[in-house]
């Protein structure tokens, strides 16, 4: 065994996959020379190749032997990586440990470098070894992603550009799914989405079916804690106080109801302020309940004003008061659904029931009242109503 004297490598890191085997190499060239400092014999020799993340002392991370090495003129030749696949990634420094036939290695080990176009590889907020997760903004990537974008000064952003449409294109196995930017709108062909938390979307915004807003939901009553605000006066032209109450009959199926109890035409209403929400419809949808003995053909009405009392005369010419809804009593219902939807709560039952109902108005204005009541003669002991699941939608 020749003593050799120091061994002088010429490294270049192929981080590109190899044709042969589709791994990662390392191509290394070397000049191997003798104590004296002349080169080694020409011949063969054997050659084991080590990777260290240390310069000296350590555990090889990486090994491999190349048998029947030629080396002429002092000079051979290998590639690494393609007897013992590289598993490491290289994110990292690493130094290359060489012995010659089985001797001792030769010191000092080598540090790899990279050529000046892969610099950044490595970087100090960058990584993109071989194998492993890629970070973007991060030297230590979520190892459980393909890639980890990361701002820690802000906002992370990724811009995908392309010169007339740029395509996000996702794929598992035979399935395929784009999202498709083309100057204008985001298209997502054939969306079938499961959102969990649901859809929140910025005041003024909306989803839209062949360019036409969907209705939104702003505001929902359903009486479970107080009376939401609402007020009962005495009838629809007058804007004198009267008593209510909130209560939830028996019955699995029954909510929490809201009525006005001393007289059937005493009125319940609201204001509701959409709080500058763009609009050009308003939509209250609701359930009117019918209690006790009516008779028909009185009924309930649902209305729209602009003022809490809207009556401004006997010819009512100014057009504050709308009748968006109105409904004539049904006795015939109580025998199906008075001892199973009420729960006998009201002693005069002669026509208990509900219907669900909604009454729309086109409007862009913030404020207006909601406004309902009946044209009962009879006391609120006789004939009443109420009102539950209140619902306020725009478009």
Known sequence: MKKILQLICLICLMLSSAEVCGQATLNIQGIVRKSTGANLDDGTYTMTFRLYTTSSGGTNIWSETHDNMDVTSGVYGAVLGLINPFTIPFDQPYFLGISVDGGAEVSPRLRLTASPY?????????????????????????????????????????????????????????????????????????????????????????VKYNGLSTWRLVEEDNFTTNSEEWECTENWNSSASRVMERFKPEGTFSPWILRPIQDGKNTLVKQFNLGGTPHTMVKVVFTFHFFDSWDAPEFGYGAFGTRKNPFDGANQTSGVLQV????????????????????????????????????????????????????SDSNGNDESYGISNIQIWVR
């Open 118 to 206: 892969t610099l950044s590889l490595i970087g100090q907020s960058n990584i993109f070894p071989s194998t492993g997760t890629v970070g973007l903004g991060t030297t230590s990537p979520d190892t459980n992603a393909i890639m980890h974008v990361k701002n820690n000064t802000g906002t992370s952003r990724m811009t995908i550009e392309g010169k007339d449409t740029a395509v996000i294109v996702m794929k598992t196995r035979t399935n395929t799914a784009a999202i498709t930017f083309n100057g204008s709108k985001i298209s997502i062909p054939d969306l079938s989405g499961h959102l969990s938390q649901g859809v929140n979307l910025p005041p003024g915004q909306s």
């Open 324 to 375: 968006g809804w109105y409904q004539t009593v049904e006795p015939r219902f109580n025998a199906a659904f008075r001892s199973t939807g009420y729960g006998n709560f009201f002693t005069n039952a002669a026509t208990d029931y509900n219907i669900r109902a909604e009454m729309v108005a086109q409007m862009t204005d913030d404020s207006f009242w909601v406004i309902f009541g009946t044209d």
